[in-house]
């Protein structure tokens, strides 16, 4: 069975940045969505970004709050899923997971890697 592992996270300043990996514990070939997601303390889990692969094209999307600042990207070849954060604020500081669902509906979790935006 697939794992995934979320890594990268840290403290970093505002207007800082940070790339977070998942890396899959097999191939993530057969995972057609894969998604990131962040929960701050005291909030739900929300959306952050979706990647859904159409053979050798990706389409990603990403909710308003971080459109323009961040930017999904996953390597086959290494099973590896980024999420590169740039110009993080305070609100990013949360807790970030990696999502990954195949056709069939199937999906597994990371644990998840903690951000903390702050001076």
């Known amino acids: 069975q697939v794992q995934l592992v979320e890594s990268g996270g840290g403290l970093v300043q505002p207007g800082g940045s940070l790339r977070l990996s998942c890396v899959a514990s097999?191939?993530?070939?057969?995972?057609?969505?894969m998604k990131w997601y962040r929960q701050a303390p005291g909030k739900e889990r929300e959306l952050v970004a979706t990647m859904r692969s159409s053979g050798r094209t990706n389409y990603v999307n990403y909710v308003n709050f971080v459109e323009g600042r961040f930017t999904m990207s996953r390597d086959d070849a290494k099973n590896t899923v980024y999420l590169q954060m740039n110009s993080l604020k305070p609100e990013d500081t949360a807790v970030y997971y990696c999502n990954a669902q195949n056709v069939v509906g199937y999906q597994i979790w990371g644990q998840g890697t903690l951000v903390t935006v702050s001076s």
């Open positions: 097999g191939s993530i070939f057969t995972f057609n969505v």
